[in-house]
């Protein structure tokens, strides 16, 4: 396989998991990852702050102030 076209058409014979972890491989190469990382699990985080605010409310306010 040398052109863009071949590649496509071999993927796309893959099987869905095949595609999966092709999808990550590529996606670690292009983010300049070396490794692939495993997916952060924020549940473990949960109840670890608590904030005054909807963080979605100060995230739109912060943004009408820098427009």
């Known amino acids: 396989?040398?052109?863009l076209t071949e590649i496509e058409a071999a993927a796309d014979a893959l099987p869905l998991e095949?595609?999966?972890k092709l999808l990550q491989f590529l996606a670690a190469?292009?983010?300049?990852?070396l490794r692939n990382?495993?997916?952060?699990d924020f549940a473990q985080?949960?109840?670890t702050i608590r904030l005054r605010e909807d963080p979605l409310v100060?995230?739109?306010?912060?943004?009408?102030?820098?427009a």
């Open 1 to 3: 396989m040398s052109t």
């Open 18 to 20: 095949q595609k999966q």
């Open 58 to 66: 100060w995230q739109r306010r912060a943004r009408r102030e820098w």
């Open 29 to 33: 190469r292009v983010n300049g990852e």
């Open 45 to 47: 985080f949960a109840g």
């Open 37 to 40: 990382k495993v997916p952060t």
